[in-house]
């Protein structure tokens, strides 16, 4: 029996992610989340689904970043009435996530005049659809499909979804992790697939200070000490600034810095961090031995957590050498914006970018070296260092992702690449085609494909 498969969103860019399987007599998605660029929602969220989401029976969530999750709230409003199925911390983690998410459409609908996606009783509504499954337990759905989740590595409780039906079996992976991250095991790599639908968010590049990225972010942590200044580093409220929380914790207890003024200003991710606590099952085995030791990774002196915009607004009080970690991870809105506001034109200050930044992003323009940007209505000079360190990526790399399908991929009719720039979704499935023989395609938008599932 033919399976129709439709791209209806993660193709030809990063976010979006929107896959569709028509069967005989159900459909499923796999994702259904935000396009994102120079503002968290874009316009195009607001264009009606390329099919009814009355007559989708099962909604499958990779993980709970934005651009998986953040548009699940406006399938629900548009007639979606069947399961959602994720892991447990993904659920949890997606309950703050859209949460937060509405009140940034809130401020932009206020600022930029866009129209909210969807109501608070629509998040509500979708949460109350929702199941979960721990990884590696099949759930069968009608038409003979099972499903299972399997570790991604990506972020807490991300999954590579594995489908099978009558004997074949079609992968979507979703966002695949990094090797290694700081808090999680190396991804399940699945095997004996007939199709794969992969991301390729660093499709054509690789990662190139995996390796040193501790000390790189050690010598930045000693400079700011040394020259008085600021240190300041926009992450993704959540897995990058665990990350970072972690790392620094343990440069501290190891006595590698000194213990430096630190402030996580961002209520989400001090919410996220809270969940962390409660699935340390599915962190890496050391961090669960440290753990164990008495080390509470997310603790350290000098660290502060600042609930409160009045908390916030008192760091600029902290005299001397200091590290704000704070959100939005690409700049697009939250406290970051008003600490770059205050110290970008600052030259002791130290941008330090440690995730992906998207075109068109406020956090894009200053990595590719602006000298002034314009941050909410105010003309910012750029006199701060801009830094980078790219080995701390949540992302596979390119030879990962090789690796990834050459370990599994034996028996693959064909692998559609995803969830990447044009260029580097476009470099990768020649890379597939050259090196690994696999008959590999870049969907377009909208773009259905028959398959032999």
């Known amino acids: 029996m033919n399976t129709k498969l439709g791209f209806y969103g993660g193709v030809g860019s990063v976010t979006g992610a929107n896959f569709k399987l028509d ?46 999750i953040g548009r699940i709230p406006k399938l629900v409003r548009e007639g979606f009435q069947g399961t959602i199925y994720s892991t447990p911390p993904t659920r949890a983690l997606a309950e703050v996530m859209l949460r937060d998410a509405y009140k940034v459409m809130l401020f932009e609908e206020e600022r930029y005049g866009n129209e909210r996606l969807y109501e608070e009783e629509d998040i509500a509504a979708a949460l109350s659809l929702w199941k ?3 990884y590696k337990e099949k759930i069968s759905l009608p038409d003979d499909v099972t499903f299972t989740f399997s570790d991604a590595g990506h972020i807490l409780g991300s999954a590579i979804v594995s489908i099978e039906r009558r004997g074949k079996k079609i992968v979507f992976t979703g966002d695949i992790g990094n090797i290694p991250q700081p808090l999680l095991p190396p991804p399940d790599v699945p095997e004996d697939y007939d199709y794969m639908v992969m991301e390729s968010v660093y499709g054509d590049r690789q990662h190139e200070e995996v390796e040193t990225r501790t000390e790189l972010l050690k010598g930045y942590i000693q400079k700011a000490i040394s020259q008085h200044g600021t240190l300041i580093i926009p992450a993704f409220s959540l897995e990058r600034t665990q990350g970072m929380l972690l790392e620094i914790n343990n440069l501290v207890e190891s006595g590698d810095i000194e213990p430096i003024p630190t402030f996580l200003d961002s209520p989400l991710a001090i919410s996220v961090t809270g969940i962390y606590k409660n699935y340390v099952t599915y962190l890496k085995p050391e961090i669960q031995e440290q753990i164990k030791k008495g080390d509470y990774i997310f603790d350290f002196p000098k660290l502060s957590f600042t609930k409160s915009m009045s908390a916030s607004k008192d760091i600029a009080r902290e005299k001397g050498a200091k590290i704000i970690i704070a959100g939005s991870g690409m700049s697009h809105g939250g406290r970051i914006r008003e600490h770059e506001k205050r110290y970008l034109e600052e030259t002791n200050t130290i941008l330090l970018l440690v995730g992906y930044q998207s075109v068109g992003s406020l956090g894009r323009k200053l990595n590719d070296g602006a000298n002034k940007v314009r941050i909410d209505d105010t003309d910012v000079n750029v006199h701060a260092e801009i830094a980078r360190i790219r080995g701390y990526s949540g992302h596979a790399d390119r030879d990962q992702l090789l690796e990834f399908v050459q370990k599994g991929g034996d028996k693959a009719k064909k692998v559609f690449v995803t969830m990447g720039e044009e260029k580097s979704s476009l470099f990768l499935v020649q890379r597939l085609r050259d090196y690994l023989g696999v008959n590999a395609i870049a969907p377009s938008l909208g773009e259905e494909v028959e398959l032999d599932f």
């Open 132 to 134: 979960t499954a721990p």
């Open 23 to 68: 069967f005989e007599g159900s459909s499923l998605l796999v994702d259904c989340g935000l396009i994102q660029g120079s503002r968290f929602q874009e316009v195009e969220n607001k264009e009606p689904f390329l099919y009814n989401p009355a007559k989708v029976d099962t909604l499958l969530v990779t993980h709970a970043h934005a651009d998986h």
